[in-house]
């Protein structure tokens, strides 16, 4: 059977330089994978693959069991949420224009926008007053929640995130966790997540794939990985998590 | 006086060849043609929008920016005024040159020309004033003499009293003798041949010299600050400031009898009436009704109004000519430089900012289009006016382009910048999350790039609004007309007439876009606040 995201022969340079060579990879429907690994080895071209952002050199990508489109993506697209670090506020729109944006070019009527809006910064326990602020006016941890509402809003199969959680303080990043948790249990997706935190790995996903330098190390349930990592490289990074436990 | 920027000795007329003159130096002519077909086209849609300015069709007279012209344009005017024609006056353009190739261009029906100034700027075959071949040069422009006023207001260099005492000068060879004199002479005078270059090598001055505005010349001559400039001979100024006139001992220049310039398909009724005015002005009548207007401060209408009733061209006790009132004059004015600036700046905003749009995405054609709107910039606005002319005439039409030009590349520039500048990271959001191009642009790179394309709109439609005063220049109206009246006249009161709403324009267009920018803009956002 086909999973939901699966990269069949890709390959990936940019310029000279080649970020993957003749990668297989799938990506279970309806679990949540982290693609971690250091900055550099290739975990957040992996994920702009998935969304067209950006297009493979060789082999292909495909998603929902189709090739990712070449062009006219935006339906494609709008099944999967997007969400990144630093979070891409969009600095001109206040805090519901910058959730509900898709659904109001999907054309909802303002009643099921502001509900929708409603449920999702509850759900991610943000205080309903922050709708008419400018994101630059919330904290870091706040502009992430909101970050994360915004790319649920037309409830997507697939989620796609990039860092999303990074730059704030623990406890602060503890909690978004929690809240993105709680979030999944009641609208459950496929979810990608990109991080070279391997506490946050561990915490949210229940799939591992460890890259270094555009090659996959080991890919497997979280368990797996950590108890038997393949490798002295996965080995030194699953020995922080353990270090913690 | 005659002084007038925008006419060089060396963009000389070729009849000869019984083709169009080539006012523009700088080309072949097939260049020139290309233009001629492009200004052309240019034209024609600029009329087809402004179309309905010409309804009736009075007989306009045109004068240049000086003291005489203006006096003798209006006695033109009130004379034909009083014979039952309707007339359009259309004073003050920035030039021989200019007023010229309006004449011929058929915008403007008759103004006040010397003889000298025809034979030795406006014809190249030397003919001379008076002959078979003078005429029929003229005629080839389709164009007329008609009879001389009687006076000749010839050049001059004139000294202050003071200068002349001190020196001991009479005469204009006595000026070889003294080369630590500062000359300073009209834009005109400088380059024509009957001007500096010829009575320099004459004489065997030794001095250089600087163009200046007439007006100007006048005030630096006060002020000490130049010792020699050109003067007329008919000029009411010279006895004002106590300046005097040396004698042209050698009789370098040529005459310069006035007459009226026309048309020769103006209807003959109308040089018949004109013809009226035959040898009706001495130097020393012309010299008054001149002082008159620059020393009494009396208004062209009223000195013209005068001379006509005095000697019975018209009856006493017809109605003089109704004078505009102040604040009528400054409506019209304001009026129509709100429209030049307006047509021109949102015709840029719209063009210049599609075209930001277009090519920002290839760096190489936003380099491409930032390179050629700011050449645009780098033209003089009077020189860009008077490129104007021989494309698309006079008038309103060639301001509102020449506006349009200068408006594109504060604009393409600022809407450029602002494109490219937006952070990556929104774009690769805006894209990622499934917007289309045109919801990208219209809720993404629009909204972010407006604070930056609303400065760029505020500087356009400022800096307009100040370059439009010199759209006077080339008939075009606005605020600029009292402003070249004024600086011909050295009355300041009539400049600040042009210069104080031109600046209550400008200030008000800065509150209309912070306003503007209030609206459309997030607090946070907005360029124009300063930092505290």
């Excluded at chain 2, 006023?149 to 003294?178: I, K, M, P, Q």
């Excluded at chain 2, 609303?454 to 307009?464: D, E, P, Q, T």
Aim: some cysteine; aromatic content about 6%.
């Amino acid at each position: 059977m086909h999973e939901i995201i699966e990269f069949l022969d890709v390959s990936k340079r940019f310029g000279d330089v080649a970020v993957f060579e003749h990668l297989d990879l799938a990506i279970g429907t309806g679990r949540v994978t982290a693609l971690v690994g250091a900055s550099g080895s290739g975990k957040s071209t992996l994920l702009q693959m998935i969304n067209g952002v950006l297009v493979p050199d060789d082999g292909r990508v495909e998603v929902f069991g189709d090739p990712v489109p070449d062009a006219h993506h935006s339906a494609f697209r709008r099944r999967i949420g997007y969400a990144v670090q630093g979070t891409g506020l969009f600095p001109h729109l206040r805090i519901d224009a910058n959730i509900g944006l898709l659904g109001k070019l999907e054309r909802w009527s303002a009643l099921e926008l502001d509900g929708r809006i409603d449920e999702l910064m509850t759900l991610m326990d943000l205080d309903p007053e922050l709708r008419n602020r400018y994101p630059h006016e919330l904290s870091g941890g706040q502009q992430q929640r909101v970050g994360i509402c915004r790319a649920m809003l037309l409830r997507p199969e697939i989620l796609l995130l990039d860092e999303p959680f990074s730059g704030v303080d623990p406890l602060t990043r503890d909690e978004i966790h929690e809240r993105f948790g709680e979030l999944m249990r009641v609208e459950p997706a496929t979810v990608v997540l990109v991080t070279h935190d391997m506490h946050e790995a561990v915490r949210l996903a229940s799939e591992l794939v460890v890259l270094e330098a555009g090659r996959v190390l080991q890919a497997g349930g979280v368990n797996e990985v950590v108890e038997q990592p393949a490798n002295a490289a996965v080995a030194r990074l699953v020995e922080r998590v353990h270090g913690v436990h | 006086m005659r002084p007038s920027p925008g006419w060089s000795s060396e963009c000389t007329v070729s009849i000869s060849s019984g083709k169009t003159p080539a006012w523009l130096c700088a080309g072949p002519a097939r260049r020139e043609r290309g233009r001629r077909t492009a200004g052309a086209a240019i034209a024609g849609l600029c009329c087809a929008l402004l179309g309905p300015l010409a309804a009736a069709q009075p007989i306009v007279i045109g004068s240049k920016t000086f003291t005489e012209s203006y006096v003798l344009a209006e006695i033109m005017a009130q004379l034909l005024e009083a014979e039952g024609h309707e007339v359009e006056r259309r004073f003050g353009f920035g030039g021989t040159r200019v007023v010229f190739e309006a004449l011929r261009a058929g915008e403007v029906d008759i103004y006040p020309e010397y003889s000298g100034t025809i034979t030795q700027a406006i014809l190249t075959s030397g003919a001379e004033f008076g002959t078979e071949e003078f005429t029929a040069e003229l005629e080839s422009f389709g164009l007329e003499p008609l009879a001389t006023l009687g006076f000749n207001n010839t050049y001059a260099l004139a000294v202050t009293g003071d200068t002349a005492e001190r020196l001991g000068l009479t005469t204009v060879s006595d000026l070889a003798d003294h080369p630590e004199l500062r000359f300073g002479v009209s834009h005109e005078f400088h380059d024509r041949t009957d001007g500096w270059p010829g009575v320099s090598t004459e004489y065997g001055l030794p001095q250089t010299t600087v163009g200046i505005e007439h007006g100007l010349a006048y005030r630096a001559m006060l002020e000490g600050a130049l010792d020699v400039t050109d003067a007329y001979s008919t000029d009411g100024d010279l006895a004002r400031f106590d300046f005097v006139v040396l004698e042209d001992d050698r009789n370098f220049f040529p005459s310069y009898f006035a007459l009226p310039l026309v048309r020769r398909a103006l209807a003959p009724e109308v040089k018949e009436i004109l013809n009226r005015l035959a040898d009706s002005l001495s130097d020393a009548a012309m010299r008054e009704l001149n002082a008159e207007v620059s020393i009494e401060r009396r208004t062209f209408g009223d000195v013209a109004g005068q001379f006509l009733r005095e000697r019975s061209f018209v009856a006493a006790g017809q109605d003089e000519r109704r004078a505009n009132s102040l604040a009528a004059n400054l409506l019209d004015n304001t009026i129509v430089h709100l429209k030049l600036t307006g047509i021109a700046v949102a015709a840029a905003c719209v063009l210049g900012v599609g075209l930001a749009l277009a090519v920002h995405r290839s760096r190489p054609l936003s380099r491409a289009v930032l390179y050629v709107t700011g050449l645009l910039q780098t033209i003089p606005s009077i020189a860009l006016l008077a490129l104007m002319i021989p494309l698309v005439g006079i008038g309103q039409v060639p301001a509102i382009i020449a506006l349009f030009l200068y408006s594109l590349l504060p604009i393409v520039r600022n809407t450029i910048t602002a494109l490219l500048t937006i952070d990556p990271l929104l774009k690769r959001v805006a894209a990622g999350m499934g917007m289309t191009q045109s919801e990208q642009l219209r809720h993404v790179h629009l909204p972010l790039a407006l604070p930056h394309l609303l400065a760029g709109l505020r500087i356009a439609a400022v800096v307009s609004i100040g370059t439009a005063t010199l759209a006077a220049f080339i008939g075009a109206g606005g605020l600029g007309e009292p402003i070249v009246t004024g600086l011909a006249l050295n009355d300041t009161a009539l400049i600040l007439q042009g210069a104080i709403p031109a600046a209550g324009l400008a200030l008000a267009t800065e509150l209309v876009f912070e306003l503007l920018e209030r609206r459309l803009v997030p607090g946070h956002m907005m360029t124009s606040r300063l930092p505290a």
